[in-house]
C-alpha cells in the first residue's frame, strides 16, 4: 500500500473530523492528542473508519493515545495491520 | 507521617502552576440570600459591597422566594432535617415521591428519580443502562459531568461537531452494528447559551434506532412556552428517552437533581445508579422548598415572561452599545472578549462599578474564545438592569471595546 497515499486519507480525515473552519493547518508530523486536536473520546471514530476502509482490527491496547498521535503515527500503524493480513 | 515535607512541597508548586496560569479559582463571600442584589465580602476581609448580580444561575428568582422559604420552614418542622439512610433502607419519604411523580407531570415523562444533584444523575446513568456492546454519541460541548459518567461506562463513547445534524447522521450511520446507540447533549449549552435542535435530534434518533438524552439543567423552569425545557421550545415532549435535571438552578436553586424519561431506564438507575445507592438523597426541608418551586411556575407562566422579557432588554442593551455577543435567545448571554486577562480585567472593573459578572476563559471555554457570561433573572428589575448597562458601557469605553471587531479586540489584546 503506498504510505504517501495512505496519508493523505487520514490527514483529509482528521481535517473533515475535528478540525474548525479558523483552525491552524496542520501536516503528517502535527501533535494531534497531545496537542489537543483530537480528544481521547473522539479518536473512537478515526479507528472505527480506519478498520472499516482497509477491513482491519487494531486491538484496544495498540489504538493508543501516543499511536494516534500524529499522521505519521496513524499511517505506521495502520500499514502494519494492513500488512499483518497478507 | 503520610504527608511528608516532599508531598507538600509536590503539592504547592501544583497550586504555584495553576496560579502562575491564571487559572486559580477564589470564592468570593456573600453575606446575604441569593437575589438580584447581593452582599460581597471581596477580596476577603474587604468591607461589605452591595453588587448587582448578573452571574446567578437564579433565573426565575426564586431561590430566596418568600413562599418557597416557608414551605421548606414547614417542611424541617413536619418532616426534619435529616433522613439518616440512603433511599432503599429508610431514606425515602412521602414528598420525596410525592416531587418525583410532579416532576414527571411537569416534564412529559414516564418515571423520575432523584439524586442528590444532577451531576450524580449524569455520573450513575450511563453505567446503570449501558454495556461495553453499546455507543455513547455526545456533542462535543456537552457539560463535564455528561463526560464523567460516561468515562465510568463500559460502552463506546463518539462525538460529533457542535449542533452539527449532518456530522450525528455520519456517526450514527458509522456506528449503526451497536446494540443501542444513545445520543446524549445539552438542552440550553451553559457556556454559550444556545440549544440542541432536538426536533431534528429526535427524528434522526427515530430513524436511525436510537435512544436521546437531554440534560436541561439551564432549561428546566423556563424555556418553552410553560418552562417545560427545550423539549417543549422544540415542540418534542414526550420524545425524549432520558432528560437529567437540577433543581440547583432555576427550580429553587438550592441542590438536587433527577433522571426522568422512559419507565425502565429509570428502574434500572433505581436499581444499579450508584450514586442513587450509596449516597442520601435530597433532605426533606429542600424537597418541601422544591414542591412549591413546582406549584409557582405550574400555576402562571408569570416569572418565564418576565424571564424572557428581561434576557430580551438586556441582549439588545448590550448590542445596541457595541458589545460583541453571543447569538441566542436564552438568558444566558455571553459577552466576548476573547482574551483571557481582559475578561478578568473587565470582571473587576464592573465589579468596581457595583456589578458582579464573572470571566470565563481557558480551559472552561475553548482558547481564545474568553468572555463575561451574564445570566439574567426573573429577580431582575429593569432598573438593574439600566444600572449594570450604564456600568458595562463605562468599563467597555475604558478598555476600548465598543463596537469593535473581534479582529480589533484580538489585535489590541491577543488571544
Given at each position: 500500500m503506498a504510505i504517501e497515499g495512505l496519508k493523505n486519507i487520514i490527514l483529509d480525515y482528521v481535517i473533515k473530523e475535528y478540525?474548525?473552519?479558523?483552525?491552524?493547518?496542520?501536516?503528517?508530523?502535527?501533535?494531534?492528542?497531545?496537542?489537543?486536536?483530537?480528544?481521547?473520546?473522539?479518536?473512537?471514530?478515526?479507528?472505527?473508519?480506519?478498520?472499516?476502509?482497509?477491513?482491519?482490527?487494531?486491538?484496544?491496547?495498540?489504538?493508543?493515545?501516543?499511536?494516534?498521535?500524529?499522521?505519521?503515527?496513524?499511517?505506521?500503524?495502520?500499514?502494519?495491520?494492513?500488512?499483518?493480513?497478507? | 507521617m503520610a504527608f511528608s515535607d516532599k508531598t507538600r512541597e509536590n503539592y504547592q508548586t501544583a497550586l504555584a502552576e495553576i496560579q502562575g496560569a491564571?487559572?486559580?479559582?477564589?470564592?468570593?463571600?456573600?453575606?446575604?440570600?441569593?437575589?438580584?442584589?447581593?452582599?460581597?465580602?471581596?477580596?476577603?476581609?474587604?468591607?461589605?459591597?452591595?453588587?448587582?448580580?448578573?452571574?446567578?444561575?437564579n433565573y426565575l428568582g426564586l431561590s430566596s422566594h418568600p413562599e418557597v422559604?416557608?414551605?421548606?420552614?414547614?417542611?424541617?418542622?413536619?418532616?426534619?432535617?435529616?433522613?439518616?439512610?440512603v433511599r432503599f433502607i429508610c431514606g425515602t419519604q412521602d414528598i420525596h415521591r410525592e416531587l418525583e411523580n410532579k416532576v414527571?407531570?411537569?416534564?412529559?415523562?414516564?418515571?423520575?428519580?432523584?439524586?442528590?444533584?444532577?451531576?450524580?444523575?449524569?455520573?450513575?446513568?450511563?453505567?446503570?443502562?449501558?454495556?461495553?456492546?453499546?455507543?455513547?454519541?455526545?456533542?462535543?460541548?456537552?457539560?463535564?459531568?455528561?463526560?464523567?459518567?460516561?468515562?465510568?461506562?463500559?460502552?463506546?463513547?463518539?462525538?460529533?461537531?457542535?449542533?452539527?445534524?449532518?456530522?450525528?447522521?455520519?456517526?450514527?450511520?458509522?456506528?449503526?452494528?451497536?446494540?443501542?446507540?444513545?445520543?446524549?447533549?445539552?438542552?440550553?449549552?451553559?457556556?454559550?447559551?444556545?440549544?440542541?435542535?432536538?426536533?431534528?435530534?429526535?427524528?434522526?434518533?427515530?430513524?436511525y434506532d436510537a435512544m436521546l438524552l437531554v440534560d436541561d439543567s439551564h432549561a428546566s423552569g423556563f424555556i418553552g412556552k410553560t418552562g417545560r425545557g427545550t423539549h417543549e421550545k422544540y415542540g418534542v415532549v414526550g420524545k425524549i428517552d432520558v432528560i437529567t435535571t437540577t433543581f440547583g438552578k432555576g427550580l429553587g436553586g438550592a441542590s438536587g437533581g433527577c433522571v426522568s424519561g422512559r419507565r425502565e431506564l429509570v428502574e434500572m438507575c433505581r436499581q444499579r445508579a450508584r450514586p442513587y445507592l450509596f449516597s442520601n438523597t435530597i433532605a426533606p426541608v429542600i424537597i418541601s422548598g422544591i414542591l412549591k418551586v413546582m406549584d409557582i411556575i405550574t400555576r402562571s407562566t408569570e416569572r418565564q415572561d418576565k424571564?424572557?422579557?428581561?434576557?430580551?432588554?438586556?441582549?439588545?442593551?448590550?448590542?445596541?452599545?457595541?458589545?460583541?455577543?453571543?447569538?441566542?435567545?436564552?438568558?444566558?448571554?455571553?459577552?466576548?472578549?476573547?482574551?483571557?486577562?481582559?475578561?478578568?480585567?473587565?470582571?473587576?472593573?464592573?465589579?468596581?462599578e457595583g456589578i458582579y459578572a464573572i470571566g470565563f476563559f481557558f480551559p472552561v471555554v475553548p482558547q481564545g474564545q474568553a468572555r463575561i457570561r451574564t445570566q439574567l433573572s426573573a429577580a431582575h428589575e429593569i432598573s438593574h438592569l439600566d444600572r449594570a448597562l450604564e456600568a458595562f458601557v463605562k468599563v467597555g469605553k475604558k478598555f476600548d471595546i465598543l463596537g469593535k471587531t473581534k479582529q480589533e479586540i484580538i489585535a489590541k489584546y491577543g488571544t
Open positions: 478540525l474548525e473552519e479558523d483552525s491552524e493547518p496542520i501536516n503528517y508530523e502535527t501533535p494531534l492528542i497531545s496537542g489537543g486536536i483530537v480528544d481521547s473520546f473522539s479518536m473512537v471514530s478515526m479507528k472505527r473508519f480506519l478498520e472499516n476502509k482497509y477491513d482491519i482490527q487494531i486491538p484496544d491496547d495498540r489504538a493508543t493515545p501516543d499511536a494516534f498521535d500524529s499522521v505519521n503515527k496513524i499511517a505506521d500503524l495502520v500499514e502494519e495491520f494492513v500488512a499483518g493480513k497478507k | 491564571g487559572l486559580f479559582k477564589k470564592e468570593r463571600f456573600i453575606h446575604s440570600p441569593q437575589d438580584a442584589e447581593i452582599e460581597v465580602e471581596f477580596p476577603a476581609g474587604a468591607g461589605l459591597r452591595k453588587v448587582i448580580n448578573m452571574c446567578a444561575n422559604i416557608k414551605a421548606a420552614h414547614d417542611g424541617l418542622d413536619s418532616r426534619g432535617y435529616g433522613m439518616s439512610s414527571t407531570e411537569f416534564l412529559g415523562t414516564e418515571d423520575t428519580l432523584l439524586f442528590p444533584s444532577c451531576m450524580d444523575a449524569n455520573a450513575g446513568f450511563f453505567e446503570a443502562v449501558l454495556t461495553k456492546d453499546d455507543v455513547i454519541i455526545s456533542d462535543r460541548l456537552v457539560h463535564a459531568s455528561l463526560i464523567d459518567g460516561i468515562r465510568l461506562c463500559s460502552a463506546m463513547h463518539d462525538t460529533y461537531k457542535h449542533l452539527d445534524m449532518a456530522h450525528l447522521e455520519e456517526k450514527l450511520q458509522l456506528h449503526a452494528d451497536k446494540r443501542y446507540k444513545l445520543v446524549v447533549t445539552d438542552g440550553v449549552f451553559s457556556m454559550d447559551g444556545d440549544t440542541a435542535k432536538l426536533d431534528e435530534m429526535v427524528a434522526l434518533c427515530e430513524k424571564l424572557a422579557k428581561n434576557a430580551a432588554y438586556w441582549r439588545k442593551g448590550l448590542s445596541e452599545a457595541g458589545f460583541i455577543l453571543r447569538e441566542g435567545d436564552t438568558p444566558i448571554v455571553p459577552v466576548m472578549l476573547f482574551n483571557a486577562k481582559l475578561a478578568q480585567d473587565v470582571s473587576m472593573g464592573l465589579y468596581d
